[in-house]
């Protein structure tokens, strides 16, 4: 009922910027919250950030407290992720969340490659 798609990835150099974007389309008048999870290989999936759908409440990982800022633009239905200061500890797959009536939707994963 609720499609997600990511965008913005790729390669950059520590140090560097870049940031995510996440268009929710669908049924999403009942969406509650909309957020981001990485995942690596050999790693379980981790929350990176979230902010609620009314009042903007967001809630970041200890990890990227401070670099990465996420923000929504309720008009497109959008949802970013700003990355500065990225490390390599950073790469991974970066995956949209958004959950509706309990349902979590997930995004088909955008690849975040940070390299040394």
């Known amino acids: 009922q609720v499609q997600l798609t990511e965008s913005g990835g790729g390669l950059v150099q520590a140090g560097g910027s870049l940031r995510l974007s996440c268009a929710a389309s669908?049924?999403?008048?009942?969406?509650?919250?909309m957020g981001w999870h990485r995942q690596a290989p050999g790693k379980q999936r981790e929350l990176v950030a979230y902010?609620?759908?009314?009042?903007?409440?967001?809630n970041y990982a200890d990890s990227v407290k401070g670099r990465f800022t996420i923000s929504r633009d309720g008009a497109k239905n959008t949802v970013y992720l700003q990355m500065n200061s990225l490390k390599p500890e950073d790469t991974a797959v970066y995956y949209c969340?958004?959950?509706?009536?309990?349902?979590?939707?997930w995004g088909q994963g955008t690849q975040v490659t940070v390299s040394s």
């Open positions: 969340r958004a959950i509706k009536n309990g349902d979590n939707y």
């Open positions: 669908g049924s999403i008048s009942s969406i509650y919250l």
């Open positions: 902010i609620t759908s009314s009042g903007g409440v967001t």
